[in-house]
Nanobody, 123 residues
Framework: HVQLVESGGGSVQAGGSLRLSCAAS????????MGWFRQAPGKVREGVAS????????YYIDSVKGRFTISQDHAKKTLFLQMNSLKPEDTAMYYC?????????????????WGQGTQVTVS
């Protein structure tokens, strides 16, 4: 099993920045890729960004391209999401997730492990 704990959420004004962190522990050898998802009230959970655990390709939804950057620190077993130029529509609960499958993507069903989430509010 893999445990994921997010941090770094908060309230910012439009145009501001936040950096989310996700600390992973447990049987992380099972993890092939990790991602960030978000869910706003009344909306479905959507994938924001993903990355292969071994490094390499990253994937983003169109609405955050050029503004968000996903990265990881293998030594610290931590995933990051740097969010710049934040907009009110970025307001949501942000979740860290990990998946064991072969192909990295932004589909919720690809991920087996989920954190509890961290709230991001942009006004």
């Amino acid at each position: 099993h893999v445990q994921l704990v997010e941090s770094g959420g908060g309230s910012v004004q439009a145009g501001g920045s936040l950096r989310l962190s996700c600390a992973a522990s447990g049987n992380i050898n099972d993890v092939n890729f990790m991602g960030w998802f978000r869910q706003a009230p009344g909306k479905v959970r959507e994938g924001v960004a993903s990355i292969y655990a071994a490094g390499g390709s990253t994937y983003y939804i169109d609405s955050v391209k050029g503004r968000f950057t996903i990265s990881q620190d293998h030594a610290k077993k931590t995933l990051f999401l740097q969010m710049n130029s934040l907009k009110p529509e970025d307001t949501a609960m942000y979740y860290c997730a990990a998946g064991p499958g072969r192909f990295c993507g932004l589909g919720v069903r690809q991920y087996n492990y989920w954190g509890q989430g961290t709230q991001v509010t942009v006004s």
